[in-house]
């Protein structure tokens, strides 16, 4: 479990077009790369590890409600020292068990199936190639939505 002492609460969030290097990164700060389809935070824990999670229709999916954001599914870290596991909703951290590496395997395994059924029902079964033209799509819609969160600031 983690030293939840250091761990955030409350996490912020940036919407930018690169993502920042490691060094600059912020605690408690979700940095949103709409090009890129794809979030950066340091680990809520307070280790200090850099996680990164794919923006994707089988990975992981951002809400901006006009103030905050979250991300769902759950962030698990399992493959780090601090092992956490949380969810970001609505700008706020809450914290969950650690899951089992069984558990973690099995649920690999059927985020592999999940991605692989998707992709079918696409019409492609060339998954990675499938996965760009979606990705192209999605990256023309969400630069229009970056474009006008810009202009309001």
Known sequence: MPDISRAASVFGHRFVSEVPPYRHLEPSTLYVCIEYATTVHLCACGCGHEVV???????W??????????LSPSVNNSS????SHYWINQGQVLWCETV????????????RRAK?????????HDPEANRAS??????????RIWR??????
């Open 61 to 70: 999916r951002i809400t901006f409600d006009g103030e905050t954001v979250s």
């Open 53 to 59: 999670n794919a923006l994707s229709p089988t990975d």
């Open 134 to 143: 979606h990705q192209n799509k999605r990256v023309n819609r969400l630069s």
């Open 148 to 153: 006008l969160l810009r202009q309001r600031n």
């Open 80 to 83: 780090l020292a601090c092992a």
């Open 100 to 111: 089992p590496t069984a558990r973690v395997e099995a649920l690999r395994a059927a985020d």
């Open 116 to 124: 692989q059924r998707f992709y079918e029902d696409a019409g492609d």
